[in-house]
């Protein structure tokens, strides 16, 4: 049997730290009210000069050099982003220029905030199916540029940043197993509507709308039942569980999910005070956190998850 295992993983934010206090000066909102509704204290913004692929690559050289791997060893690269530097090429094709890989197969994937968990479970059927040895899986967003910052129900919420994995081959565990969903139909509830036609956007706004009650409703569901099918799969119980590393987008969310594991909050990887939602970034930065400060440690038993537009969700149960 052939495992995909994280061998090593970055994460990069951006220098610009904006707390709660500054957005009380744009839009007609609290501090009090994010941290209690949210849990975010700050969130990263990127400097107008940065990009998507700028935010990749610090990521991605850091999970290189934690896996001791080399650009030109890598045979595949995905990359999840809702927030591309342009309509075309994808991100992963102007990351791989930049690391100076040649000839490894790179593309997006478009998950919104599960988009590292989708990224992740594609690199996983590559790897399992023998079609690739080493992957570079990355979660980059600048979500600050699809923003509203007159909109007080969306422009809080959010942060840039971006996280990494590389994953290899290994005949030990290994990525256990991996569960993605969509159900289209709720398209509305979270999206970017704007098209580009002849170099303008029409048929709605270039800005994030959300209806966040009903999102929140559903997000409390997916992810329920996610974590379910995760553990049911690999017949675990929630106790084998070593550590959650949750979607970053909302407190409220992420004790919720951490309850019906039964799971106390001291093994829940938690960054949303400090990073707001990241999107596509959440997961991978929040594993590396906990990576690089000694929480998680090799053999233990992790369960990520995540959820976004489209609605998508997904979640990944492996050792570490
Ligand atoms: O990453 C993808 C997944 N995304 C999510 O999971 C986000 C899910 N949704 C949420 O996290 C929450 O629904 C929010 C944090 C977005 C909102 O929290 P809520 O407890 O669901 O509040 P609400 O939408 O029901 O709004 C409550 C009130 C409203 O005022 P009224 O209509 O009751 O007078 C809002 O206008 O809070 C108001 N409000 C704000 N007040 C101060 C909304 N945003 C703000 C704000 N500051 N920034």
């Known amino acids: 049997m052939i495992y995909a295992r994280i061998a090593g993983t970055g994460s990069y934010l951006p220098a610009r730290v904006v707390p709660n206090s500054e957005l009380e000066q744009r839009v007609d909102t609290s501090d009090q009210w994010i941290i209690e509704r949210t849990g975010i204290k700050q969130r990263h913004l990127a400097a107008p000069d940065e990009t998507t692929c700028d935010l990749a690559e610090h990521a991605a050289r850091q999970a290189l050099a934690a896996a001791n791997c080399q650009p030109e060893d890598l045979d595949l690269i995905i990359l999840g982003t809702t927030t591309p530097d342009r309509i075309y090429p994808s991100t992963a094709c102007l990351l791989q220029a930049r690391l100076g890989n040649h000839g490894a197969p790179a593309f997006d994937v478009q998950a919104v905030c599960s988009g590292f968990i989708y ?53 030990t565990p290994g990525i256990l197993s991996t569960h ?115 929480r998680i440690q090799r053999g233990q038993t992790l369960l990520l998850e995540a959820i976004g537009g489209g609605f998508t969700w997904g979640a990944v149960l492996l050792k570490y």
């Open 180 to 294: 993605i969903h969509a159900e289209g139909q709720h398209n509305n509830l979270l999206s970017t509507p704007g098209t580009v036609d002849q170099g303008q956007i029409r048929n709605g706004a270039g800005f994030t709308e959300m209806q966040g009650s009903e999102v929140f409703k559903f997000a409390v569901n997916a992810l329920s039942s996610v974590v379910d099918e995760a553990l049911q799969h690999n017949q675990l119980q929630p106790s084998d569980i070593d550590w959650l590393i949750p979607h970053q987008a909302n407190i409220r969310i992420i004790k919720a999910t951490a309850k019906k594991l039964k799971l106390p909050m001291d093994q829940v990887i938690v960054t949303v005070p400090e990073h707001g939602n990241t999107s596509a970034a959440s997961v991978p930065l929040a594993l590396d956190v906990g990576v690089r400060d000694g």
């Open 119 to 171: 990224a992740l479970s594609i690199a996983t059927q590559f790897i399992q199916a023998g079609t690739a040895k080493k992957v570079l899986v990355v979660g980059a967003e600048i979500y600050s540029r699809i923003l509203n910052w007159q909109d007080r129900n969306t422009c809080v919420l959010f942060g840039d940043g971006a996280g990494a994995v590389v994953l290899e081959a290994s005949d």
